[in-house]
């Protein structure tokens, strides 16, 4: 995880559709775009694109890669957000999805592992169209899988953050942050309730 200055982590555990949307947050009550700081956005997506099997150098994107990462984040979240609740996503959403994916084809290649040939998938195109695509393509796997209903926003005061709840138990993004932020905020809340009734 990246640590940001409020010490709220950026989960890059998450299917990479939902860490992507992840990288737009509320901090201290201000909504940060976590793909406008030029160090950390590197450094998150170079640890994606290893998780995705993608081989490129976070630092070759150019600013107009990055904008179209923010563009299909934004199609991305609304999409998952309708999805999750079993509605049907924007059309101009869905479609962006398909375009940004169209934009750099994956076809498989066999590649030497070591130890026998496997499968990869290979995708051609400029660097950032290929990145692109392959978020694109783990936001279309996410919205068709029924992991989709299991996707939750945190349930921490303020937080905006999705996680895939595996654990249908799970309520926070973070136990450490979130689920003990909330835990505070319970307890005082109660103690406050006590000190009103006497």
Not at 73 to 97: F, G, M, N, Q
Not at 152 to 176: G, H, I, Y
């Amino acid at each position: 995880m990246i640590p940001l200055p409020s010490g709220l982590p950026v989960l890059n555990s998450e299917p990479p559709a939902l860490d992507l949307v992840n990288t737009h947050l509320v901090l201290a009550d201000t909504w940060v775009d976590l793909l406008e700081d030029s160090a950390g956005r590197t450094e998150w997506l170079a640890m994606e694109t290893e998780r995705m099997g993608l081989d490129v150098d976070p630092r070759t994107l150019t600013d107009a890669d990055w904008r179209t990462l923010q563009e299909l984040r934004d199609h991305a979240a609304v999409t998952i957000e309708a999805a999750r609740h079993e509605k049907r996503p924007p059309r101009r959403a869905v479609s962006a999805l398909n375009d940004v994916a169209a934009a750099a084809p994956a076809a498989s290649r066999a590649r030497w592992d070591g130890s026998r040939l496997v499968a990869a998938p290979h995708r051609s195109g400029p660097v950032g169209s290929r990145v692109a695509a392959g978020f694109a393509d783990a936001a279309v796997e996410l919205l068709t899988s029924p992991n989709i209903l299991k996707v939750r926003r945190c349930e921490a005061p303020a937080c905006v953050v999705r996680f895939l709840a595996r654990n249908p138990r799970r309520r926070w993004c973070t136990p450490e942050i979130c689920g003990n932020r909330a835990r505070v905020a319970r307890y005082y809340m109660r103690r406050k309730a006590e000190a009103n009734a006497r």
